[in-house]
């Protein structure tokens, strides 16, 4: 029988050319002290989204603005920290301001705005909601390049993820225990896999970020891949 997931030590050795250069993050935006106004009344806006439903007062959004600014959301000392039910809440609120619903009687380039306001707004939720495309992001934001086709170099882990998608591929319905076995041990590494990549990012040591974001990804898989299984089987 195949062996279940183990939690290992992932070991990568990257070279770094001697001229190399991590490029700086972009500047963040600071966090306002309080909450912020609309610039044409003046009264208080639900989000940090130039969006105002009292005058219908809608402007572009800076275009320097991070995803953790976007939602009041602290980068410092640790971006990968992210309390969900405040990003959940305050993203219903900057959303109820910026629906398109809500600026569709208005003229089009304000309905303009407001379907942009909401595309990006989406897009920094998603990105801050999930462990591993907020990981993704923030490398992104400190000048680190991560692909699909970037892969990990521990063979052994390599083998078991194949390993372990034969076993959940051949599974007969019969066979629920097994994949009940395999999905604990998946979750067990990727809980310790999420703890580890808070400790280096605090640490800015993005080297070994972007290995454990590629883990991730990989771990990401299996657990997709268990969730179809159990639904197709049960």
Not at 50 to 68: D, E, R, V, Y
């Amino acid at each position: 029988m195949l062996s279940l997931l183990r939690p290992r030590t992932l070991r990568v050795h990257l070279t770094r050319p001697a001229n190399f250069r991590v490029p700086r993050a972009p500047r963040l935006v600071r966090f306002q002290s309080t909450a912020p106004r609309c610039s044409s009344c003046s009264r208080p806006l639900a989000s940090n989204l130039p969006a105002c439903t009292s005058c219908w007062s809608i402007q572009p959004l800076p275009f320097n603005i991070s995803h953790h600014e976007l939602f009041s959301i602290p980068y410092s000392p640790n971006p990968f920290v992210v309390d969900l039910p405040t990003l959940k809440n305050r993203f219903r609120q900057a959303q109820a301001a910026c629906h398109p619903d809500a600026w569709a009687s208005r003229p089009p380039k304000e309905q303009g705005l407001a379907h942009t306001l909401s595309s990006r707004l989406n897009e920094a939720y998603q990105s801050l909601l999930h462990p591993l495309s907020r990981a993704e992001y923030i490398l992104e934001c400190n000048g680190v390049h991560i692909s699909e086709a970037d892969q990990v170099q521990d063979m052994e882990f390599m083998v078991n993820i194949m390993e372990t998608r034969e076993a959940i591929e051949d599974a007969t319905a019969q066979d629920k225990v097994l994949i009940d076995e395999l999905t604990e041990a998946n979750e067990a590494e990727i809980a310790q896999t999420i703890s580890k990549l808070t400790s280096l990012i605090e640490k800015q040591d993005w080297e070994k970020v972007k290995a454990a974001t590629i883990r991730l990804r990989y771990l990401q898989g299996i657990q997709r891949a268990t969730k179809q299984w159990m639904d197709q089987n049960l």
